[in-house]
């Protein structure tokens, strides 16, 4: 198993997952360029991945979706309202749509698209199934539901949201309508609230987090750490390894 970010923030999303036989991109909001020049860093490229998944329509989720298809022959899949939401993809000879709750195979892995709260037409988190572990990826969530909290038991790897610390929201350069979108249920995760989703999701074989998503006007990669360290620091049922994604480059991996 191996995991990273390629790329986490406000301008572009794109995360890697590999099983012992399966490889998977979850979204492409950056160029299909500049994709395949994160994944030749960690020695991978476009024609090794098996499919690519989309959480919902968003330009910083999907810039790079229809090139990254075309040019790799890619399968993808995402909900058919989140392709309605993307009139301009172009064609994709190889397009499967599902329904949140939906369950599909691809290679070695069982994937489960799950609803998610935030403000697009039908956005998903997924649960990825692999003989090493289940990982579950939420990113772009107003509020955890008990739904989300209820998905997530169980995963050995995590990718939550962490989008913005709510001093630096609401003390900052944003102008106000933005600040409440962020803020409401239907915009994303603070640090605080991301902890407290993290905190309901310790066992004993959580082996790696990734902070996803950070704003880079809102947010420090400093206090989104320290917010979620605390919560590891305060209990005695894992250890597992706290990774932080940033925009600019790829994240460390997790490697199993």
């Known amino acids: ?12 999303n794109s995360i890697y997952i590999e099983s012992r036989d399966t490889r998977l991109l979850i979204d492409a909001g950056l160029s299909a360029t500049e994709v395949g020049v994160r994944l030749a860093s960690i020695g991978v490229t476009g024609d090794d991945l ?77 649960l990825i199934d692999t ?9 772009d969530l107003g509020i955890a539901t008990r739904l989300v909290a209820d998905r997530l038991q169980g995963c050995r790897v995590l990718v939550l949201e962490s989008n913005h610390d709510e001093d630096l929201l609401r003390d900052g350069p944003y102008p106000w309508h933005l600040k409440q979108r962020i803020r409401s249920n239907h915009g994303h995760l603070s640090n605080r609230a991301s902890a407290e989703l993290l905190d309901g999701l310790l066992w004993d074989g959580l082996d ?49």
Request: glycine share 8%; with cysteine.
């Open 208 to 256: 790696a987090v990734f902070l996803a998503h950070l704003s880079e006007t809102n947010n420090d990669p400093g206090l989104a750490e320290s917010c979620s360290r605390a919560v590891l620091d305060c209990q005695n049922r894992c250890r597992p390894q706290l990774i932080v994604g940033t925009q600019v480059h790829v994240s460390a991996c997790f490697v199993a």
């Open 1 to 12: 198993m191996r995991v990273c970010l390629l790329a986490s923030g406000s301008k572009g």
């Open 131 to 139: 003989p090493e572990g289940r990982i579950g990826v939420a990113t």
């Open 50 to 126: 098996d499919a690519l998944l989309v959480t919902h329509e968003h330009t910083d989720h999907c810039q790079g979706v229809g090139p990254m298809a075309r040019r790799h022959r890619l399968p993808v899949y995402m909900h058919p309202e989140t392709l309605r939401g993307l009139p301009r993809l172009g064609r994709i000879a190889d397009l499967v749509e599902f329904d949140a709750g939906d369950h599909f195979t691809v290679g070695d892995v069982a994937v489960e698209p799950f609803p998610i709260t935030h403000d697009a037409a039908a956005p998903v988190g997924y």
